[in-house]
């Protein structure tokens, strides 16, 4: 599980230039961004934040999210 204080400072890479990049904790396996929904896959409690990564699931509703991720 992610500490609230790791998810306070999380922003996504994509995103965090011109918005805010704020993300939201899915299952606590994945990291949603709010202004273009990457989705970053969190494996054994550490966030995936590559750009490359996080784009794969941009098309993916996060109800069809793998639980838990695999990459």
């Known amino acids: 599980m992610?500490?609230?204080e790791l998810l306070d400072i999380l922003r996504c890479p994509v995103?965090?230039?011109e918005n805010?990049?704020?993300?939201?904790?899915?299952?606590?396996?994945w990291l949603i961004c709010e202004d273009c929904q990457r989705k970053y896959p969190v494996v054994e409690d550490i966030p995936v934040m590559?750009?490359?990564e996080g784009s794969k699931w941009i098309?993916?509703?996060?109800?069809?999210?793998q639980i838990p991720p695999e990459i």
């Open 20 to 29: 805010k990049g704020n993300l939201i904790n899915y299952k606590d396996s």
């Open 50 to 52: 590559l750009i490359e």
């Open 2 to 4: 992610l500490k609230k």
């Open 15 to 17: 995103c965090v230039k």
């Open 59 to 65: 098309q993916t509703d996060p109800e069809n999210l």
